[in-house]
Nanobody, 127 residues
């Protein structure tokens, strides 16, 4: 069955890096686009980035452009989110999610367009 498992979160000082991983199983990353979302306390879930089934990337949050990089390793069935120059406002639970539909391009950030979600990993940026 389809499973998404995030890892790599933790406590990091402002300005530091962190790499999140989303290990997938039950389907091929060559067939499905994958997104990264985050949810800060008291806020709605926010779409951060998406990587298409062909490997192209999209970033929805202006504040992460140039700091975050989404990538994937097809051999490991894993999607990554490299986060550099982290800021306190990046503090959130980060989730990966699979875009609904085979060979569907990265859609917008509406959560109903994603059919499977991981459990999330906490990222805390604080000194």
């Amino acid at each position: 069955q389809v499973q998404l498992v995030e890892s790599g979160g933790g406590l990091v000082q402002p300005g530091g890096p962190l790499r999140l991983s989303c290990a997938t199983s039950g389907f091929s990353l060559e067939h499905y686009a994958m997104g990264w979302f985050r949810q800060a306390p008291g806020k709605e879930r926010e779409g951060v980035s998406c990587i298409s089934w062909s490997g192209s990337s999209t970033y929805w949050v202006d504040s992460v452009k140039g700091r975050f990089t989404i990538s994937r390793d097809l051999a490991k069935n894993t999607v990554y989110l490299q986060m550099n120059s982290l800021k306190p406002e990046d503090t959130a639970v980060y989730f990966c999610a699979r875009v609904r539909g085979v060979w569907t391009a990265c859609p917008d950030t509406s959560t109903h367009l994603y059919d499977y979600w991981g459990q999330g990993t906490q990222v805390t940026v604080s000194s």
